[in-house]
């Protein structure tokens, strides 16, 4: 069938590029006519394993174009994942979805779906609705335009993975015949396919992102338990995931969560809770523990370096907020080199993808070729990202390089006896 995306970020244009991959051609609207111009070459804009070669043999089924009135030439679903960014006030920005919204009513025809794809809060449907109402075409009557909220999952790094492997589909309608397109749309994922109202959908999102947020923060207030009483909170998460109901995923004690999603979806929850007159105590908890992590990390390398971080190097491995992506937003890294450049220190960094996207925020920063370059010279050596490949780090070779013999392992990547005995004092988060 046809279909067609509005917005070619990260959800965007990965749905784009798998709905063609199932079959289907689609039609990606962006108005950047930069990124336009560089996926008609052929060329992804953004990092995602397995996505540009997804791209390259799709080609013929995919049109990339400026031009809102290509979205509904010949779609039976209209997909908007414009972003929603934050403002100052944890408040959803929705200024993208209703200038999109605005631009595609007057080209809409009966019979056509408006999907949201992009995380919005309760009641956006509705207000989508109006504009639609008041914008379609002459002739065109509005209750024979459908407005649907369709959630995505997807996890950056994985977001291939995860939208032809959805764990759940779930839409929701004001019109059966709504749910009727979108079933085809999704046809041939094996997933379960769930269509309720919208404002269900809606928080289902928030509901799963907050819930995953709140494992999180929970493990890290354990972790800071066991730093008090000597035990080992990987340890811990390990036997407690054992559970079931309780399971090992999202159990990972470290610097809390970042990227665009976690820290921008809590914090618009929280809001709308307050908006509906309802304290959300324990998710404003959530992003409490999570603002701390990093405040307390700062503090751990400077108490290993004798609470003077005046003229110290540090070297700092990974700054991307997770690995496989190059995506900073959020990230943990960004406010621990902050802080440490606050209190003067030298900073050595190293990240597989990340460097060209912080570069400019901090002229200071010395960016490395790779970890050992990093360590160079350094008196502590704190990993900020898991990416894989620092797990494979020969301990001899970077505790030769160093000038002092201190690692604070952000991510319990490593195991603390090897790295005691390679000669460093090590120091993890709840360990
Ligand atoms: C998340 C959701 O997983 C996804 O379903 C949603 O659509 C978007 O938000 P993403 O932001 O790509 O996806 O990252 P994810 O892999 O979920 O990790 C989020 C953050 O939590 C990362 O900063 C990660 O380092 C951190 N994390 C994750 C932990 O600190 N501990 C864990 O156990 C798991």
Not at 4 to 28: E, K, N, Q, Y
Request: with cysteine.
């Amino acid at each position: 069938m046809d279909l067609s995306i509005i917005g070619t970020g990260h959800v965007g244009l990965v749905s784009g590029v798998c709905f063609a991959d199932m079959g289907h051609r689609v039609v990606c609207i962006d108005n950047d006519k930069d990124k336009i111009q560089l996926l008609n070459a052929g060329k992804a804009t953004i990092f995602e394993p397995g996505l540009p070669e997804m791209l390259a043999a799709n080609r013929d089924r995919l049109t990339f174009s400026t031009d809102m009135a290509d979205a509904t030439a010949s779609a039976e679903a209209i997909f908007v994942a414009v972003g929603t960014p934050a403002r100052e006030n944890g408040r959803s920005d929705l200024s993208y979805v209703t200038e999109a919204v605005s631009r595609l009513a007057p080209h809409l025809k009966a019979g056509q779906v408006v999907a949201m794809m992009s995380t919005v809060p309760v009641g956006t449907s509705r207000l989508v609705r109006e504009i639609i109402d008041t914008n379609v075409p002459a002739g065109v009557d509005p209750k024979e335009v459908y407005v649907a909220s369709n959630p995505e999952f997807l996890r950056e790094g994985r977001a291939v993975y995860d939208r032809l492997h959805p764990t759940r589909i779930v839409v929701g309608v004001d019109d059966e015949r709504a749910a009727e397109i979108l079933k085809r749309a999704f046809d041939g994922l094996e997933a379960p396919f769930y269509v309720t109202n919208c404002p269900t959908a809606e928080i289902t999102k928030y509901a799963s992102n907050a819930f995953l947020a709140t494992k999180i923060s929970f493990i890290n207030e354990i972790a800071r338990l066991c730093e008090l009483v000597g035990a080992d909170v990987t340890e811990v998460s390990h036997y407690m995931g054992d559970d079931p109901r309780i399971g090992r995923q999202f159990l990972q004690a470290g610097l809390g969560y970042g990227g665009s999603c976690f820290p921008k979806d809590t914090k618009a929850l929280d809001q709308i809770a307050f908006s509906q007159g309802h304290n959300f105590t324990l998710l404003k908890a959530v992003i409490d523990v999570n603002n701390m992590q990093r405040v307390r990390f700062v503090h751990k390398i400077a108490s290993a370096l004798g609470d003077d971080l005046k003229g110290k190097t540090i070297a700092l491995l990974g700054i991307s907020f997770k690995p496989d992506t190059d995506d900073v937003r959020e990230a943990p890294s960004i406010e621990i080199i902050s802080r440490l450049l606050d209190a003067r220190a030298r900073i050595r960094a190293y990240d597989p993808v990340a460097m060209p996207k912080v570069r400019g925020l901090f002229p200071t920063v010395t960016f490395c070729e790779d970890a050992y370059e990093a360590a160079a010279g350094s008196d502590v050596v704190a990993v900020i990202t898991d990416w894989p490949e620092f797990k494979d780090l020969d301990m001899k070779r970077l505790t030769s390089v160093m000038a002092g013999r201190v690692l604070v392992d952000g991510r319990n990547i490593f195991d603390p006896k090897a790295v005691a005995a390679s000669g460093l004092t090590y120091h993890g988060v709840g360990r």
